[in-house]
């Protein structure tokens, strides 16, 4: 599991029920779960043991999970470089992950979504909020072996998972949700419901969603706008209670992923001709508040 975070421990504690699983992430996390084991409570509650380290270089497995933020994609796939895998499977959030991995690892690319609910609730202690389900398909290839060893791996481990060969879509289905959910909510310092019903939020999140449809159509993905705009409205009421990973993000003065949700969709727009003027505002504010953060150069 490249990225221990809240999705990246869940589903390497689900996988370590039944197979050997090392996290590759950050102290103190990792140090935690290599004395004492990881615990996933919540949806089922186990405590796993896991191996965890810092360093990953040179490491080799038959499988490597992507969880990290987006930013960190290019370094974890120069690291990815170094080992040897039989499959790299993307789980992130944007777009633009799985050319990155491509470009660098010597292996068959999985890209996936998963709308598991997770939290990091305290070092080595992983809260499991919401079932979820992986949906899980080839990236550069109609090759769906590598996608199906995945898949069964998920589902030894407890994890639903589904295999589709329309996994562009649902990647670009799940960006429209991402780019309107997570700048409008971190912005308004909202928890996702805020952006369910009507109101000024979700006019706002759906106008975001609306141009993302667009532009994923300009791009050939066949992706209306009433599907973008009906998954942000079913998601922001399924987790309404969360708040989005962006909004966590700013509180805690760090880096968001914007250049690969909302900036992914201004920088294709432009490309295409297409005039996304709310994506290219919140994009705006969010850089702007990373940089006065100091969190972006
Ligand atoms: O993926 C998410 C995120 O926060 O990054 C959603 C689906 C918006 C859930 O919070």
Redesign the pocket.
Known sequence: MFGAGSLGSLVGGCLARTHDVTLVGRDPHVETVRQDGLRVSGVETFDTRPAATTEASGTTADIAIVTVKAYDTETAARTLATGEYGVVCSLQ?GMGNEDTLAAHVDAPVVAGTATCGARLADPGHVEWLGRGTVTLGPWHSDDTAPVERVATAFRDGGLPADVTTDIRRRLWEKLA??AA??PVTALARVE?GALSGAGPLAELATAAARETAAVAREEGVDLSTATATDAVAS?ASE?AA?R???HRDISRGRRTEIDAINGFVVDRAAATGESVPVNRTLTALIRGWETGAGVRE
Do not use: A, F
């Open positions: 959030n949700v991402n959910i997570n996702n998601v987790t969360n989005s990973s962006m």
